[in-house]
Structures are given as C-alpha cells and as structure tokens.
C-alpha cells in the first residue's frame, strides 16, 4: 500500500496487515481527512478480529446489565405489591390476616436486602471485571507499541551499522598498505611525511612503474603510533581505485627489484572484520596442518595464503622454498 493512498490501521491490535483503504470502508475524503486530522473525534476502527473480540466483551457486559435490569423489575413489581396489600389493609384488616401481612412483609424485606446485597456485589464484581478489562486492553497495547519501538530500533540500528560498513568498505577500495617501509628517526611529524611520500613515488616509479603526483594520492599516513623502536605499517590512499589495482596486479614484482625495496610487503586494506575472518581462516590452516602433517614438514616451512573474496575465500599453503626458486 502507497504511502498516499487513505487508510486506516486497527486501532486495538495495531498490526501491519490491519490497514484497511478509505474506499473500501465507504469513506469521503472529507471524513477521512477530519478522522485524521481533528484531535476532538474519538472514532476508532477495528479489523474483524478486534471487532468479534470487543462485541464479546460488550456481550458480556450486556448480559450482566440485563440481569441487573430484571431484579430491578423484581423488585418494582414487589413494591407494587406491598402497596397494594397496604390498601386493602385500610379497607379490611383483622388481627389474623395483619399478622400473616406483617410476617410476610417481613419476610418480603428480607428477600429485598437479600437481593438488594446480591445486586450491589454483583455490580461490584462487575465494574472490576470492565476495570480489569480496560487495565488489560492498554497494557497490550502498551505492550504491543513498545515491541513495535523496540523491533523498529534494532532494525534501523542494523541498517546503518551495515550501511556504515559498506561505506567503509567502499573508501578501503582504493588503499594499500605497505609493510617493513623505513620509517625516518626524527622527531619532526612533517620530515616522517615527506621521507614516506618520496619513498612511495619511488616504489611506484622503480618496481610498478607508475609515474604518479601528489594529485594522485589522497592521503598517507603511519598505522599506530610513532616510538622510534618500530617500524609502522603506511597507508597509502589513491585518488582511483583503478590506480590500487595496478599495483596489486603486479606485486610480482617485487622479486626482482633493487635491494632497497626488497622485503617490501603490499596488501589491501581491509575492514577489521575481514582482517579477523582472514586470521581465524590462516590459524584453522595452520592447526590441521599441525595435525596431518609428516616429521619435519613443520608450520615454519609453509606459507599460508587466502585467496579470493567473498564466499569464494580459501587458504594457499605455499612451501617457502618452492616459493623462493619460483
């Protein structure tokens, strides 16, 4: 149903299938605008459900009424009666039939407290049953709006936990980091920065040939803090992403570039979750490697890999000396 489109929702259960069109309950458009808009007209609307359920309890109710009417009508008639006997009693009385009037009427009285204690318990039991009812109805009611708030707040939390996710996803498109870069010893932020830039455009220019300049990064920057004891991890974000793949489509070459640049590690930057699947994937390799391998084929001896993305990831076990003659 279109958010233009006139209807109205149950106004006991609440539930999401319980709108109903304008048209199909045969009303105007000025109605409908007046039900919405003026805070003066209490008119609700029930789905069937709610309806059957509400005419019960109003059945009930009614039922109780009706018996209450009828012992009012008991009661009307016997005074009627009382009344009467009192005008035959001033036309003709004798001390026989005044006796038996006088223990009838008595006992008369009595029924009538009698009926009259029963009434007023019942009408007490009544307005109890009708005042739970109506305590019942707006704690599920309040009940329902509050899970309803409640499952609306987890939802949207969700959605914009996975749309912050899949914007941060999207910025690391275009990063790389490079592992074991000389990091400058000084204590001067600016000359860290230039020493790292010159060495990023040599990289680029000597090992990937790309030629590029300072429009074509975005930014770089040292992971973590600086000691002077450790060397940081860079990251390096380029204006395209185009530019980060043609660097990661040749990171072979790496194996045969100057001394200066050997040892040299390129990755993608990767969101902290995946980095954490990735690890978890690399240590489950390296345990059932542990539990199948033969003397002397030790964790050392292999390098662990994953390759692909998404579904399609796996663990490479690369032998360290194979991979050194290749």
Known sequence: MGDDTQALQCDRCLSADSWKCAECLDLSGDMYERLMSSDLVSIRWFCDGCDKLVMAEKGTADYQNDKIDHLISVIEKLVTRYEDIEKRLDSKCSVHDASKLDARIQHLEEQLSKRDSDMQSKLSSLQDQLMMTSEGSNLEKEQVVSDA??????????????????????????????????????????????????????????????????????????????????????????????????????????????????????????????????????????????????????????????????????????????????
């Open 149 to 326: 708030e409640m499952i609306k707040c987890v939802v949207q939390d969700e959605l914009n936990r996975k749309t912050e996710e899949e914007q941060d996803a999207e910025r690391r498109k275009r990063n790389i980091i490079l592992y074991r870069v000389p990091e400058k010893n000084t204590e001067s932020a600016t000359d860290r920065k230039t020493s790292d830039t010159v060495f990023v455009k040599d990289i680029l220019d000597c090992v990937f040939n790309i030629k590029v300049g300072d429009h074509d990064i975005d930014k770089m920057y040292r992971l973590g803090r600086w000691s002077g004891d450790t060397t940081r991890p860079l990251l390096v974000a380029f204006k395209s992403e185009e530019m980060k793949e043609e660097v990661m489509a040749n990171l072979r070459n790496l194996k045969y570039t100057a001394d200066k640049f050997r040892g040299i590690g390129v990755s993608h930057d990767l969101p902290p979750k995946e980095r954490e699947e990735i690890k978890s994937m690399i240590q489950e390799a390296k345990r059932e490697h542990i539990e199948n391998c033969s003397e002397g084929e030790t964790v050392e001896n292999y390098r662990f890999l994953v390759v692909g993305k998404g579904q399609k990831k796996r663990v490479l076990k690369i032998k360290k000396n194979a991979a050194a003659h290749q």
